[in-house]
RNA sequence: CGGGGCGUAGCGCAGUCUGGUAGCGUACUUGUCUGGGGGACAAGGGGUCGCAGGUUCAAAUCCUGCCGUUCCGACCA
């Protein structure tokens, strides 16, 4: 491609509202232009990196023995209704009706319609196992846009779907599924890690995530050095360390005059945070009507997990207690709550790390004071729930016995999940077994946010000077730029001879024939994340040298014009 | 949906408090000089100041409503 010929529109400032790195070089290297909120229109060297990831997506996933089909973006109204998820999936579902009144949705995914097809088209064993994938345009009206394409409300997706006879050949192609992710994404030249995760709103059991790793990562992400544990820190168990120790202190009222936080208070005593506990007012659910009003107790210096405590039995629908709900429960402002001496009606949960602690410090609801040398089963009954809901944190055990873990960013670009019998039971999507008995398929899902990952990439490859492109997804392999295109005419028959021999190699190659200056070239590369460049010029041709220079190297190197076009060939494999 | 910010040239912003000729940088066009990291000089083009009402002799500026957008708390590839 001549520059000439392309589009090439950058920018020197980037957009406000861009606030991520990877959204501001994509907006200023021109791949993507806004439309409206989390609406992007994929410039032409956008979409060039877009095509290359699909490419190595589709490739793997067709090596991987799923077949690819194509499904419609809009999808009947019917069709959810028949799972039930018409009504779950909520206001993030963008809905819409024809002329006719019917409804329908913009698909942000697809079970309903593949399992309709698999209902439809599979009558027998013989025909199983089967993975159907496409790669298709979602929406999701999600409630806050952001960060470019990263998170978008319009996004490409490459979503699979497997149908099986048992839950071990479900398993089987989960795992060869799992092994397509990891050839991708080291394909594409990106650091990643696979983990443990939660099902979510999807649903289903077996489920892991694929992160990119990168500090801007929206996810928390928990590993073992020493061990392939990993898990999403939603997930990730605590391990409690030792046994309750038996308490020493009594318990003693100390002023707290300006203290409300853990770490504050802790810090007046001159005592660890770790020998505090704080207390978090809840309102569960129970039953449809009544909502009952709980402590749960954390140590100081931990977090809340409330996907955990969602799973906890009684937590099902939890919100956090509004200030006068405390107060009327406790007869104390926030700042100074804590579950000695309280009410019967009000339950205490304890995370199972505050369980085994003793002598520890905690609010006394009375304002301005807190309580020290506190015990279960003496000052106060001991908690009636007991589980881990907190986060796990750095130094932590690692669930597996392994050492300790480690926290980490990410960005989940994919997600594997074992669906069992979620939606083919509720649509029944049934075959026939070697008796002839109807049976309910098993399903697996399999997602890859494709569009997310050239964000993601950006997010983890990028300098002051702009995008690093690995050579897998970058838009041109090599650029030319010749100095003095239009004034020399050795350097235009140089820069013409050797477009034209990579181009014939087949290499991906940018020639840069504007009448721009050199720094304007070479500025706009850089920006564009070209991994490779060649600079052509009077002053190197006349000893027939031109340069050389990759993305992330600080220096060029001379190679001799006969021999480029082989040194361009190596250095691309 | 709750709370804050912002809407003025493609992009980044000033001007709004204190009403009176719509501005700066960049990008764009033309010319000259330049020519190895977004070059210099000169001359240009481009705006119903988000929309609709209202106050006023006069509104980008003041008032009301709406819309868009963005940031902070509950979703997810």
């Given at each position: 491609m001549r520059s000439s010929q392309f589009f090439i529109s950058t920018q020197k400032e980037a957009p406000a509202d861009a606030e991520l790195i990877s959204h501001q070089l994509m907006v200023r290297a021109g791949l993507i232009k806004k439309l409206g909120s989390g609406l992007y229109n994929w410039m032409p060297l956008g979409l060039r990196v877009l095509r290359k990831v699909e490419a190595i997506v589709r490739d793997e996933m067709n090596k991987a023995g799923a077949l690819e089909l194509l499904m419609p973006a809009v999808q009947p109204r019917e069709l959810w209704e028949e799972t039930g998820r018409?009504?779950?999936?909520?206001?993030q579902m963008l809905k819409i009706q024809d002329r006719h009144e019917r409804e329908f949705c913009f698909g942000p995914t697809h079970e309903e319609v593949i399992t309709d097809i698999a209902r439809k088209e599979i009558n027998s064993y013989k025909q199983l196992p089967l993975n159907f994938y496409q790669i298709q345009t979602k929406f999701r009206d999600e409630i806050r846009p952001r960060f470019g394409v990263m998170r978008a409300r319009e996004f490409l997706m490459k979503d699979a779907y497997s149908f099986h006879t048992s839950h071990a050949c479900l398993e089987n192609t989960f795992n060869r599924m799992h092994q397509a992710y990891s050839n991708i994404f080291t394909r594409l030249g990106l650091k990643f890690r696979a983990v443990k995760a939660d099902s979510g709103a999807i649903g289903g059991d077996g489920s892991q995530e694929f992160h990119v790793l990168a500090?801007?990562?929206?996810d928390g992400l928990a590993y073992c050095e020493c061990s392939d544990y990993a898990a999403n820190v939603e997930l990730a168990e605590a391990v409690v360390v030792g046994q309750r120790m038996t308490g020493v202190e009594t318990m003693q009222i100390v002023d707290t005059p300006k203290q409300t936080a853990c770490e504050d208070v802790a810090k007046l005593l001159g005592i660890g945070i770790e020998r505090t506990v704080k207390a978090i007012a809840l309102m569960a659910k129970e039953g449809i009507e009544n909502e009952q009003f709980y402590l749960v107790l954390l140590r100081g210096d931990h977090q809340l997990n409330e996907v955990k405590l969602t799973k906890v039995e009684g937590f099902h629908d939890f919100r956090f207690a509004t200030e006068e709900e405390i107060r009327s429960h406790l007869n104390c402002p926030p700042g100074f709550i804590g579950p000695v001496g309280v009410l019967d009606q009000v339950k205490v949960i304890a995370d199972q790390t505050v369980a085994v602690m003793s002598d520890f410090v905690c609010g006394s609801n009375q304002p301005k004071r807190h309580l020290s040398g506190v015990n279960f089963g003496r000052d106060l009954p001991e908690p009636l729930v007991v589980a881990d809901v907190r986060n796990v944190v750095d130094g932590d055990l690692s669930p597996d016995g392994q050492g300790v873990l480690s926290l980490c960013r990410g960005i989940e670009v994919g997600h594997i999940f074992q669906l069992g019998a979620k939606y083919s039971q509720a649509m029944q999507a049934t075959y026939l077994d070697e008796g002839g008995k109807s049976q309910v398929m098993e399903m697996g899902c399999y997602g890859i946010g494709v569009s997310r990952i050239v964000g993601a990439a950006i997010e983890q490859g990028n300098d002051e000077n702009g995008i690093i492109f690995p050579l897998s997804m970058a838009p041109f392999a090599v650029v030319i730029c010749p100095i003095g295109y239009h004034k020399s005419d050795a350097v235009k028959q140089a820069a013409d001879t050797l477009y034209q021999a990579l181009q014939q190699a087949g290499v991906d190659v940018l020639l840069d024939?504007?009448?721009?200056r050199p720094g304007v070239m070479f500025a706009e590369s850089d920006l564009m994340g070209i991994p490779h460049r060649i600079v052509i010029g009077d002053r190197g041709l006349a000893d027939d040298q031109v340069e050389y220079k990759q993305r992330q190297q600080a220096e060029a190197q001379n190679v001799s014009l006969a021999d480029i076009t082989q040194h361009i060939l190596t250095q691309l494999n």
């Open positions: 018409w009504a779950v999936f909520g206001p500090d801007s990562g929206e024939d504007r009448a721009e």
